[in-house]
């Protein structure tokens, strides 16, 4: 693109900064990021309850294993097949919910699908032989996928279901981790794996009155059927037919399970505080062709050039094709030596309000009642949030059955009988709280949620509370024979496509592992100086967003508004994004040149296979 190309006519650049910091002070409320702690208070814990499978008794278990992995989700299943594949055979994986899938079993609402293509999101499809039913997969599919995964690895006769870790502990005696766990279990292992998931904690908004509702409330990730009828596979809610439902939420869950509720309960009551950005879906069958032209290695191939059309790296092809990739090309940054930083940030901003009027003229276009269309409007810039794509929630709308309540303030209060927002009371018989997960930004301490104790009694808590310092993102001092499976904001990188990190960092972890046993390495622990040189180089490369997020409308990629609450320690490696292509090389590169920056202790040598 050439500087005298206008990429949105008629942009008026005060005028819409102005728009969009007026629909921001309207959402900035000292309560907005006010949220519950399930795993503390008491009178939220039924929240947490497994819906989905029942809770079987059984003895505690006593188990001496070569690689404990602390979760039974997408990246313990990964992880855990590709360790197979290396020869480990003893293996445990522990997860609190009653079977295989992380996120995938607990989000079973009505309309659930992944928003990253399946070809490139459900992972191993080559192993397994398998290619997904549709360009984007409904959530039991892949829930489904990673069970077979976990029964062809034989892992899911090695996981303990329903059972919570209470304590990971570092054992100098021994040199073992032993875990222990709510139903009395003690796993001693030779090698640690956190994979405990980026969208494992539920938010539950502190809405005062919660608990005197007196209808039925959950969260979309503990839906539950049994009230409303219809199941993962059924989307009629049979049993929704005199009732009506509030909806508090309007992310990617909600605008997934509005559609269906919309068909079947009484009346929905969508309660907005934000209107999210929602492109076209475009989803649709697999060809009957697909795999015709398939090669080995091909989902790597399609992950890589997926992950490079989002870093705004040249693609001889978009094999992807899809709304990420589509509207990440429109607002990379214009190169050319005669343009000043400020010009590039200028073109940028009138791309962005480009995209931003393409989303608006959508709404216009299918939301038949103009006050309605006005109010589902987004007026912020499009990466402020995590854009969403969907072809039946704005035309949900048009259903009588269907009222947006949009409440820049959120919900105010829930009363016995409904919920308040703006002043109102709307009686509802099910509120569902569509209002997400504490993602990403949250540390991983809490995101694990039990104290890791290494070396000396220290937990990752205390040595994090600072901000991360790690080795890759995937080791840290003091810790020995830990691995930590790779997240956003944590020291590796990030991509939007998570399976194609956890792939990464499953082959790493796994080669890593196969390559200590073949050294007889029996211990390994993180240098001072290799982690400090790692944290630095990820400080030193922090791209600084923090102006951009500033103007942006609160969400939990910008702390709730304040993005002021970054830490450059919890950055990626490359800045920004990350840059997914280099860590890889450096990983590989560093299993090659036998792990520097690693103190090692030779043991015996031990053979997984035996
Ligand atoms: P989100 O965080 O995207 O949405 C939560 C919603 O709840 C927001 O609309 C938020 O408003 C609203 N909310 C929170 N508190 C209140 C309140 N007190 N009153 C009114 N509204 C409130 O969560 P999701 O579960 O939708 O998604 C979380 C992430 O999970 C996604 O970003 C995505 O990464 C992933 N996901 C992926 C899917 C996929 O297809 N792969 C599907 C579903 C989720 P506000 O915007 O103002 O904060």
């Known amino acids: 693109m050439t500087p005298s190309d206008n990429p949105a006519p008629g942009f008026d650049r005060d005028g819409v900064r102005r728009r969009y910091a007026q629909e921001r002070a309207k959402r900035m409320t000292p309560s907005r990021g006010v949220i519950h702690d399930l795993r503390r208070e008491e009178a939220f814990a039924g929240y947490l309850k497994d819906p989905f499978t029942p809770f079987i008794e059984r003895k505690p278990v006593r188990d001496e294993v070569d690689v404990a992995i602390v979760g039974a989700g997408l990246a313990a299943v990964v992880v855990g097949a590709k360790l197979r594949q290396a020869g480990v055979r003893r293996i445990r994986l522990i997860d609190k919910a009653g079977g295989i899938g992380g996120t995938w079993y607990w989000n079973r609402y009505p309309g659930v699908m992944c928003d990253v293509e399946s070809y490139i999101y459900m992972p191993m499809l080559e192993e397994m032989n398998y290619i997904p039913t549709t360009k984007y997969a409904p959530g039991d599919e892949i829930r489904r996928h990673l069970e077979s995964i976990a029964i062809k690895y034989g892992l899911v006769k090695d996981t303990l279901f329903h059972t919570g870790v209470e304590e990971s502990r570092w054992v100098e005696a021994g040199q073992r981790w032993i875990v222990r766990t709510d139903r009395g279990d003690e796993v001693r292992a030779r090698r640690l794996i956190m994979a405990t998931g980026i969208l494992n904690l539920m938010k539950l908004p502190a809405i005062p009155g919660m608990e005197h509702f007196q209808g039925r409330a959950f969260h979309t990730a503990r839906w539950d059927y049994e009230y409303t009828g219809g199941g993962p596979n059924d989307p009629h809610l049979a049993k929704l ?43 649709r069958p697999t060809d009957a062709d697909f795999s015709k032209h398939l090669h080995p290695g091909w989902q790597k191939e399609r992950m890589e050039n997926f992950s490079a059309a989002m870093l705004g790296l040249p693609v001889k092809r978009d094999l992807v094709d899809d709304g990420w990739t589509k509207y990440q090309a429109r607002l990379i940054p214009p190169s050319g030596p005669e343009m000043t930083p400020e010009e ?85 018989d099910c509120i569902v709280y569509a209002t997400g997960f504490e993602a990403e930004i949250t540390r991983f301490a809490r995101r694990a949620g039990h104290p890791i104790i290494g070396r000396g009694g220290i937990t990752i808590e205390e040595k994090w509370k600072d901000g991360m310092i790690s080795l890759h993102g995937l080791t840290t001092r003091g810790f020995p024979n830990l691995f930590i499976m790779p997240a956003p904001s944590q020291q590796s990188v990030t991509t939007v496509n998570y399976t194609h990190l956890t792939v990464i960092g499953a082959d790493h972890i796994a080669a890593t592992i196969a390559k200590l046993d073949e050294l007889g390495i029996a211990v390994f622990d993180v240098s001072e ?26 969400s939990r ?27 890889q090389e450096l990983l590989a590169k560093w299993r090659r040149d036998d792990f520097p920056g690693w103190e090692i202790v030779k043991g015996e040598r031990l053979d997984p296979r035996d």
């Open 529 to 554: 100086a290799a982690e400090r040189a790692w944290t630095e180089a990820i400080v030193n490369c922090f791209r600084d967003t923090r102006d951009f997020m500033a103007a942006c409308t609160p």
């Open 557 to 583: 990629l910008n702390y709730e508004g304040h993005p002021e609450a970054a830490n450059p320690r919890n950055g990626s490696y490359g800045g920004g994004r990350g840059d997914v292509f280099g860590y």
């Open 344 to 428: 590039i940030a200028a073109r940028v901003e009138q791309s962005d309000y480009g995209v931003m009027e393409e989303h608006r003229k959508r709404i216009e276009a299918i939301v038949a009642d103009p006050r309605v269309a006005e109010g589902l409007k987004p007026y912020y810039r499009y990466f402020c949030k995590r854009p969403c794509f969907h072809d039946e929630y704005l035309p949900a709308f048009n259903n009588p059955k269907v009222t947006l309540v949009d409440c820049p303030a959120g919900v105010e209060q829930i009363t016995p009988r409904g919920a308040v927002a703006n002043g109102v009371e709307y009686p509802l």
């Open 241 to 283: 037919t005199d009732k009506v439902v509030g909806v508090i939420g309007a992310g990617a869950s909600a605008i997934q399970a509005v559609p269906p509720l919309g068909e079947s309960a009484k009346h929905v009551y969508v309660f907005q505080r934000t209107p999210s950005a929602i492109s076209e879906r475009g989803n």
